[in-house]
């Protein structure tokens, strides 16, 4: 048997300091969605996705509530790793920044860098945002109540004056340029690299990457005479401080590929295939992440997606600004399929979108509700009553118009979903359910039914035609969109009486792109399934806890 071909994506991690919004798991459906292609593909697949813990608002908060901070965040990770499993996220590894694993990763790279001459002492003094660590004035907005991190507008900068480890990311600026134009393709979508190609070209100043009058992070491994800077006794000499939460943030990617620990797993796993991140990171991403690799003598990751804001009347949604959504609201009304369906088809993968309750109403019930549920459930009601139960074939390629339209659909779905394009994907695969149900207003079942009860043979045979057909449609459909609706695409099947070859994950049937050739089961014979409602239809009443 062939080696199967092995995918690696990452999710940015989020700081679990308050319960997820759903603004905050977007991106983490989205990259789930895309595990998922690539496991029914057969491709060996491992995604990552986790939280960031050593920001100094958690540490904070924690310390308002009299918590300790450990056991406060152990708490907070809870509440995000619920919200996944309510949403049917399926991450190969949870990583947490407060990981043993993780500790090592990221001092061996403070280590890898430093010996590379890439790390220096100097003086450090700016702004500070608790959120995001400091922050050039380019980069802060002046209010009334003073200077504001733009993602943080409700969080307090701090302005600090620290003998600091830096980083001479300066020094990688060229070696940045030619891997950009080596790799035209490694930053997407095109426009979100050509914003790092200007700011690139503008030359880069070296980071702090240590903090010294604060203890809630991981280590700093060299002390200032260059030594390590752990004990006899296996402890760390707090006076070296520790590392910078976004450089130790970034390693999270190389120590869910098995760095440093597992060396046969790193060489299997890394590069990565596909960094999922939000727009607001670009820059640590795609600047600072591929000079720390360098430095290191690592490769850089082979593609980084750079997605957009949910937003809500112009702004964005955030924790901060209470303009939020909860997903066990969304959860509750659309059911977990249903609330991926509507995030991923609302808000376009590569772009900001200003989304509300009632337009993911207007969604689930127009796209899952109407057209892709009602076309199942009348599919196999008609198909039920007027044929006895039995599973009609449907016709050849050549014979069948709606498998010639899908001849068409099929490439076109996979290469906007490997494309990452997640909201075009489903775009083009909902506009061939329009055409099944077109078929059903066109062709008439039940007329064709009455013509076949009175003795019209042909009526009979077209009946079964068209059924057959429209079975066959529901089928590839559920299947094609089964990454995004996980638990939807089982009970289609099942009404269709086919077995649903995949386990809960994606992982362990066959090739999906062989499963999505029209026809490919014709000849079993089958049964169909009782009809069953699968998307009730909602009124657009806003829960109370949503904006």
């Not at 789930?32 to 697949?45: L, Y």
């Not at 090592?104 to 220096?120: I, K, P």
């Not at 507008?153 to 600091?164: C, F, K």
């Not at 990171?281 to 490769?299: D, K, Y």
Request: charged fraction near 25%; charge should be negative; include cysteine.
């Amino acid at each position: 048997m062939a080696e199967r071909s092995r995918y690696y994506l990452t999710t940015a991690i989020a700081y679990p300091n308050n319960r997820p919004g759903l603004h905050t798991l977007y991106e983490v459906i989205g990259a789930d969605v895309i595990a998922r292609w690539h496991r029914m593909k057969g491709d060996d697949t491992r995604f990552v996705t986790g939280t960031d813990e050593h920001s100094v608002n958690i540490a904070q908060r924690a310390t308002e509530l009299g918590k300790d901070t450990k056991g406060f965040v152990d708490e907070m990770v809870e509440l995000f790793r619920d919200a996944e499993d309510a949403l049917l996220i399926a991450p190969d590894r949870f990583i947490r920044t407060t990981d043993p694993d993780h500790r090592r990763a990221s001092q061996e790279m403070v280590r890898r860098a430093y010996a590379n001459g890439d790390v220096y002492l100097g003086t450090y003094e700016g702004w500070y945002c608790p959120n995001e660590g400091f922050k050039a004035p380019s980069d802060l907005h002046e209010t009334a109540d003073g200077m504001r991190c733009p993602s943080h507008p409700n969080v307090e900068l701090q302005w600090l004056t620290e003998r600091n480890w830096f980083f001479r990311l300066s020094a990688y600026r060229d070696r940045l340029l030619a891997h950009y134009e080596a790799h035209p393709g490694w930053v997407q979508p095109e426009y979100r690299k050509n914003e790092m190609l200007a700011f690139l070209r503008q030359g880069l100043e070296d980071i702090s990457i240590s903090r010294e009058t604060f203890h809630w992070g991981i280590p700093f491994p060299i002390a200032e005479n260059g030594e390590t800077a752990q004990r006899e006794d296996g402890s760390w000499d707090p006076e070296a401080g520790v590392i910078y939460v976004w450089f130790d943030a970034l390693i999270n990617y190389i120590t869910g590929a098995g760095f440093p620990d597992d060396p046969v797993a790193f060489a299997k796993w890394w590069p990565a295939d596909l960094h999922v991140i939000g727009k607001d990171i670009n820059r640590f991403h795609t600047i600072i992440w591929p000079a720390m690799l360098m430095s290191a003598g690592i490769e850089p990751p082979k593609e980084v997606w750079v997605h957009g804001f949910m937003t809500v009347r112009g702004e964005k949604m955030s924790k901060s600004r209470g303009n939020f959504f909860e997903p066990a609201d969304l959860v509750a009304a659309f059911g977990a399929d249903g609330t991926r369906y509507v995030s991923l088809r609302e808000i376009p993968f590569d772009g900001d979108a200003d989304v509300s309750w009632d337009s993911f109403v207007r969604r689930y019930n127009a796209d899952l509700a109407n057209d892709f549920g009602n076309l199942v459930n009348r599919t196999v009601t008609m198909a039920s009553r007027y044929l006895g139960g039995g599973r009609p074939e449907p016709r050849s390629v050549a014979a069948s118009e709606l498998a010639t339209t899908w001849a068409a659909t099929r490439p076109e779905y996979a290469e906007r979903l490997e494309a990452s394009l997640l909201h075009e994907a489903l775009a083009g695969l909902w506009a061939f359910v329009g055409d099944a149900n077109r078929l059903v207003e066109t062709e008439q079942p039940w007329a064709l039914a009455k013509a076949a009860s009175g003795g019209d043979d042909a009526a009979a045979a077209r009946l079964r035609d068209v059924l057959g057909d429209l079975i066959e449609a529901c089928r590839l459909v559920a299947l094609a969109a089964a990454p995004y609706l996980p638990s939807i695409a089982p009970r289609v099947l099942e009404q269709l009486g086919y077995a649903y070859p995949y386990a809960a994950d994606g992982n362990g049937g066959p090739p999906l792109l062989d499963e999505l050739e029209w026809g490919r089961h014709a000849g079993v014979p089958g049964s169909l399934g009782s009809p069953s409602p699968l998307f009730p239809r909602l009124e657009s009443e806003s829960p109370a806890t949503s904006s």
